[in-house]
């Protein structure tokens, strides 16, 4: 077998699009060539812009900030890298990761910001999940948290261009899980691969701003998607690229991880099914009803970045979880001096006692074993637990 290309015998890989051979050197040159193809035809850069390149330390972000650097220089797009970190304070995996992302910012000596979950939002991912407890997702307030820091970052840094390594994969996940939740608002732009960076043609500009320049409207671009997940890989080890490869420990409870499961099965049986998938959606126009649209936009009563209601998404989520720790401090607070102090009063009663009369007495006196746990009668703790609720509230 010989490469397509070059007619050389070392073949490394075939092309996922094509099922071409091809051997180490003409892929790596290949795939650069392809991404600066997909950044021409979609001009997603222009002279003078300042792209924050979100960088977590995994295979895609590593590829990509290595591919805009490396096309920044061949081909002169005239535009300045800055590298932009989150910290979700994930103990375990996020710290590891972002010493490879430290290291990788020596390497290309390119600036890198760093942000946390804790600076931003007020909790970690890790207190996240203690809040929500094991049965709950932690990943729906991990990524409007995320989203939420990089653009906070992209606006400090003065970067008016973000860019993101979603790959094909990605993308056609985003779109069967779309399709699944019946999200029509977002299926539609599923596959857009230059998003925000001005209002939409169906709304009108907020007058307090005058027009289009918007906190939280960063123009997010997504140079690598028509690059499969498979390729970015074999191209990150073919260049020796220092990378994370260890999945989050929370990973396993995402929704999405169902869709990449069916497409790593329809893969085997046509590999074309992502690219596939990304077309349908490329061309895909959804008749949304007026009831659907969420095209009234406002900005957030409380952080002041754009938003379809009063609060935004991530404001939201914040008082749920002020409101939830709080619930759960209370509970510990009563769960713990009470519940000694009912079982000392109980033995105390019982062994005092000496007529089986008064020793009947003391155990109705007592509070349920039911109840014992939160060291007040039922009827009482439903009354403080509403009570701190509505307090709360």
Do not use: W
Request: one cysteine or more.
């Amino acid at each position: 077998m010989r490469c397509a290309k070059c007619g050389g015998t070392k073949v490394a890989l075939r092309r996922m699009a094509t099922n071409a051979p091809s051997c180490k050197e003409c892929f790596m040159s290949d795939f650069e060539e392809e991404v600066h193809a997909e950044i021409e035809q979609s001009q997603l850069f222009q002279p003078g812009d300042r792209v924050a390149v979100c960088v977590s330390g995994g295979k895609d972000s590593t590829c990509l900030l290595h591919i805009l650097d490396t096309l920044n220089k061949k081909h002169n797009y005239g535009i300045e890298l800055h590298q932009v970190a989150i910290d979700e304070g994930i103990v375990g995996y996020r710290d590891f990761s972002l010493e490879c992302v430290r290291k990788n910012a020596d390497k290309y000596q390119l600036p890198l910001h760093l942000f946390s979950f804790k600076e931003i939002v007020g909790f970690t991912v890790d207190e996240i999940a203690k809040i929500l407890g094991e049965k709950k997702s932690k990943c729906t307030h991990c990524g409007i948290f995320r989203r939420k820091a990089m653009d906070i970052g992209c606006q400090q840094i003065g970067a008016n261009k973000m860019a993101l390594g979603h790959n094909a994969d990605d993308f056609a996940e985003t779109v069967l899980m779309n399709l699944l939740r019946g999200d029509v608002n977002r299926l539609e732009r599923a596959t857009v691969v230059k998003t925000g960076g001005s209002l939409p043609d169906d709304v009108s500009s907020i007058p307090e701003l005058g027009g289009n320049s918007l906190p939280g409207l960063s123009c997010k671009v997504k140079p690598f998607k028509h690059c499969f997940q498979r390729e970015i890989v074999l191209y990150a080890h073919f260049r020796n690229l220092l990378f994370f490869s260890v999945e989050c420990s929370y990973a396993p409870q995402a929704f999405r991880g169902f869709a990449r499961e069916f497409l790593v099965r329809m893969q085997q049986i046509y590999p074309l099914s992502i690219l596939n998938i990304i077309k349908t959606g490329d061309g895909l126009h959804v008749q949304v009803n007026e009831k659907d649209k969420r095209n009234i936009l406002r900005l957030c009563t409380r952080c002041g970045f754009i938003s379809s209601q009063a609060l935004c998404q991530s404001c939201q989520l914040i008082e749920q979880l002020i409101a939830e720790s709080k619930i759960q401090l209370i509970l510990n607070e009563k769960e713990g001096p009470q519940i000694v102090q009912c079982k000392d009063k109980c033995s105390k009663d019982i062994k005092d006692t000496q007529s089986n009369e008064k020793e009947k007495d003391s155990k109705e006196n007592c509070p349920k074993k039911e109840d014992q746990k939160f060291g007040v009668k039922k009827s009482d703790r439903s009354n403080a637990i509403i009570q701190n609720i509505e307090d709360i509230v």
